[in-house]
T-cell receptor, first 115, second 114 residues
Framework: SAVISQKPSRDICQRGTSLTIQCQVD?????MFWYRQQPGQSLTLIAT?????????ESGFVIDKFPISRPNLTFSTLTVSNMSPEDSSIYLC????????????FGPGTRLTVL | AQSVTQLDSHVSVSEGTPVLLRCNYS??????LFWYVQHPNKGLQLLLK??????LVKGINGFEAEFKKSETSFHLTKPSAHMSDAAEYFC????????????FGQGTILTVHP
């Protein structure tokens, strides 16, 4: 399976600022996704990062709050904009390869704390 | 809408005893089902995957899961728990759509006592 890295691994940010999280894969992948895991909760899909076009957002998530880029087949970024304490979560990227798009492999996550 | 129910939020076992983590899915068709494990401060690791080839699926670290369509269940088992198995486990269903949206259960925290 692909090796996935995320930067930063953790950060503490002030209310009203923005943070961009990077996801880098060591090989070309078919699909890239972004998830949020709020404290003590399960994972929720934010959006599917589409290469060369706008991301596909799930219900409850909007582009203005969570802009996503995917310039190529191995890299994506998620920005958490105008942060509030409610955005404190772990943000994870995942990827799928080949024709088996339902099998996803996850990065180590970015732990975000907003003060 | 799809839903995945993990019947126990916490399971506690003694080292060397069997592990049973229960999961029910909601799909009326044959879904793709997964178990992932998350160790403290680590990312998610895929334990095993069911895709209708066989109802009993073997995964890594001695875990296995059995798909029972009549019960809409996909319980995770291991014959003998090890201290390193202590972690949070997620049962996950794929919607089978072209982009493979995953629906996660709420997670089960497994504690292993010496």
């Amino acid at each position: 399976s692909a090796v996935i890295s995320q930067k930063p691994s953790r950060d503490i940010c002030q209310r009203g600022t923005s943070l961009t999280i990077q996801c880098q894969v060591d090989s070309q992948v078919t699909m890239m996704f972004w998830y949020r895991q709020q404290p003590g909760q399960s994972l929720t899909l934010i959006a599917t990062a589409n290469q060369g076009s706008e991301a596909t957002y799930e219900s409850g998530f909007v582009i203005d709050k969570f802009p996503i880029s995917r310039p190529n087949l191995t890299f994506s970024t998620l920005t958490v904009s105008n942060m509030s304490p409610e955005d404190s979560s772990i943000y994870l990227c995942s990827v799928s390869q080949g024709e088996s798009t339902d099998t996803q492999y996850f990065g180590p996550g970015t732990r975000l704390t907003v003060l | 809408a799809q839903s995945v129910t993990q019947l126990d939020s916490h399971v506690s076992v003694s080292e060397g005893t069997p592990v049973l983590l229960r999961c029910n899915y909601s799909s009326s068709y044959s879904p793709s089902l997964f178990w992932y494990v998350q160790h403290p401060n680590k990312g998610l690791q895929l334990l095993l995957k069911y895709t209708s080839a066989a109802t009993l699926v073997k995964g890594i670290n001695g875990f296995e899961a059995e798909f029972k369509k009549s019960e809409t269940s996909f319980h995770l088992t291991k014959p003998s728990a090890h201290m390193s198995d202590a972690a949070e486990y997620f049962c996950v269903e794929s919607g089978g759509t072209s982009y493979g949206k995953l629906t996660f259960g709420q997670g089960t925290i497994l504690t292993v006592h010496p």
